[in-house]
């Protein structure tokens, strides 16, 4: 009788551990999934980056043009830059 106790339980614990490196498999390959989709956020969040720090340094010389501009050469100039940049 406890032999067979014994095996009954050596097998519940194969079944268990089986049942649990199948868990860990899936949750492997979750993982494996949410790592590229953070890799791709972050290229995307890089890429954002670095259009808003161009987008900045252009607007700083537009602002460093229109600050040394001559005040009648200013409105034309202004009005120059939209176009130029709705062209865009």
Request: proline share 1%; charged share 25%; net charge negative.
């Given at each position: 009788?406890?032999m067979e106790c014994?095996l009954?339980?050596c097998w519940?614990l194969c079944?268990?551990v089986?049942s649990?490196?199948?868990?860990?498999e899936?949750?492997?390959?979750?993982l494996?999934k949410l790592?590229?989709i953070r890799s791709?956020w972050?290229?995307?969040?890089?890429?954002?980056?670095?259009?808003?720090?161009?987008?900045?340094q252009?607007?700083?010389?537009?602002?460093?043009?229109?600050n040394?501009?001559p005040?009648?050469?200013?409105?034309h100039?202004?009005?120059l830059?939209?176009?130029?940049f709705?062209?865009h």
């Amino acid at each position: 009788m406890l032999m067979e106790c014994w095996l009954e339980l050596c097998w519940w614990l194969c079944d268990q551990v089986c049942s649990l490196q199948s868990q860990v498999e899936s949750y492997r390959q979750e993982l494996d999934k949410l790592e590229l989709i953070r890799s791709d956020w972050q290229m995307e969040k890089d890429s954002l980056e670095g259009a808003v720090v161009k987008l900045r340094q252009e607007l700083k010389t537009r602002e460093q043009k229109l600050n040394a501009a001559p005040v009648g050469k200013v409105h034309h100039n202004i009005l120059l830059d939209l176009y130029c940049f709705c062209l865009h």
